[in-house]
């Protein structure tokens, strides 16, 4: 397996570019921040943005951990990329990775300011360290769980290759835990009210007598009982309004909806 490494100081856009430059040289898998990704899926790992101090992000990042480490190690060993990109802030980081990872060396450095211009350099400065945003060289859908209610808009890649369309890849946008935004949750109320809006639009919906939710880290859970049109198929509508429900909360909170449970009151 040939090692390659993308180094460069915190907020200069490493992960942004290290999908640009894996399909550039062709490399399968990434080691970014406490994630082993493998061709734009995420396989192992703990992500360090997701940890709640900056000390505990950089122990995840290094996977400091000998459980951490030795998911990673067997999942390296399972899939067996021909090629591996490490993304580090030093010589030194990615070094200790490789390490740490049981890996034999880095084959080829690769350093940001060879692959971007001072000016790309300073706007991904601004990104990070004015509005907090990190990027994950991994698809949303891929990152879910570790980071409901914390994503922004994710940034699609398009690729032509003789004019035509070759391939779309994707980078998630996050704000970490420990950025200067901290912890935080998102009042119950806003939930309710994206529930009563969709209620009003929906026909067979008549009424919420009750909805409560439940905030956890990997996302959240909904309970509801609702009162029905009589009339109407029950099952059909009941399905239709759990899936708004669940499509509306994840576009306008970037929360995770792992279950819906709706209860049919009445029919009126």
């Known amino acids: 397996m040939k090692i390659y490494a993308l180094i460069g100081k915190s907020g200069t856009g490493k992960s942004f570019q290290a999908v640009n430059l894996c399909k550039e040289k062709k490399i399968k898998?990434?080691?970014?921040?406490?994630?082993f990704i493998y061709e734009n899926k995420v396989v192992a790992g703990i992500s360090a943005k997701r940890q709640p101090t900056k000390i505990g992000?950089?122990?995840t990042a290094l996977f400091h951990t000998d459980e951490h480490m030795e998911e990673v190690r067997s999942a390296?060993?399972?899939y067996a990329p021909d090629s591996m990109l490490i993304?580090?802030?030093?010589?030194?980081m990615v070094e200790k990775i490789a390490a740490r990872l049981g890996l034999h060396g880095?084959?080829?450095k690769v350093y940001i300011e060879d692959i971007t211009t001072e000016e790309q350099r300073e706007i991904a400065n601004v990104q990070r360290h004015q509005l907090g945003k990190h990027v994950i060289p991994a698809p949303t859908f891929q990152l879910k769980h570790q980071f409901s209610g914390y994503f922004m808009p994710p940034?699609?890649?398009?690729?032509?290759?003789?004019?035509s369309l070759r391939e779309a890849s994707e980078k998630s946008v996050?704000?970490?835990?420990?950025?200067?935004?901290?912890?935080?949750?998102i009042s119950d109320k806003v939930f309710s009210d994206i529930v009563e809006c969709l209620r009003i639009s929906t026909k067979d919906v008549m009424e919420i007598v009750k909805v409560t939710f439940c905030q956890m880290q990997e996302g959240l859970e909904v309970e509801l009982s609702v009162n029905l049109r009589y009339g109407a198929c029950i099952p059909l509508a009941g399905r239709k309004f759990q899936q708004e429900i669940a499509d509306k909360i994840e576009e306008m909170t970037a929360f995770n909806v792992i279950n819906i449970d709706m209860e049919i009151n009445d029919l009126v």
Not at 174 to 185: A, I, K, L, N
């Open 29 to 35: 898998s990434i080691i970014d921040d406490g994630l």
């Open 57 to 59: 992000a950089v122990k």
């Open 76 to 78: 390296i060993d399972e």
């Open 87 to 92: 993304i580090g802030t030093s010589d030194s």
């Open 106 to 108: 880095i084959d080829e």
């Open 155 to 163: 940034v699609k890649i398009l690729l032509k290759e003789w004019g």
């Open 174 to 185: 996050v704000r970490p835990t420990y950025s200067y935004m901290g912890d935080y949750r």
